[in-house]
């Protein structure tokens, strides 16, 4: 059983810089990547960043490759989306998600993750 429960998502102006948290509990083995996703309304789940278990190997979305910066503690079993530069096509609904295939590469949509955080709302105005 794994649990992960996302924080730090509010309301920001065009401009501002938001981190978002994700922290994995319960049953889990090393070596598992993690993703950030985001879907905003009537619109489909898109990923957003990755990152390897070590932290070593990062995956941007070219929308937002340069302003968000995903990072991880593995000692604290979390994971960070640092978001700057926000703008208001930022605005959605951010989950966090785990990807225990082992895979070299970690997944850039959606389906392969095996478990998924709740969601943080993220909303940026002009």
């Known amino acids: 059983q794994v649990l992960l429960v996302e924080s730090g998502g509010g309301l920001v102006q065009a401009g501002g810089s938001l981190r978002l948290s994700c922290v994995v509990s319960?049953?889990?083995?090393?070596?598992?990547?993690m993703g950030w996703f985001r879907q905003a309304p009537g619109k489909e789940r898109e990923f957003v960043a990755a990152?390897?278990?070590?932290?070593?190997?990062?995956y941007y979305a070219d929308s937002v490759k340069g302003r968000f910066t995903i990072s991880r503690d593995n000692a604290k079993n979390t994971v960070y989306l640092q978001m700057n530069s926000l703008k208001p096509e930022d605005t959605a609904v951010y989950y966090c998600?785990?990807?225990?295939?082992?895979?070299?590469?970690?997944?850039?949509?959606?389906?392969?993750?095996?478990?998924w955080g709740q969601g943080t709302q993220v909303t940026v105005s002009s």
């Open positions: 990152i390897t278990w070590s932290g070593g190997n990062t």
């Open positions: 319960g049953r889990t083995f090393s070596n598992y990547a």
């Open positions: 998600a785990a990807d225990f295939s082992r895979s070299a590469r970690p997944a850039v949509v959606a389906g392969p993750y095996d478990y």
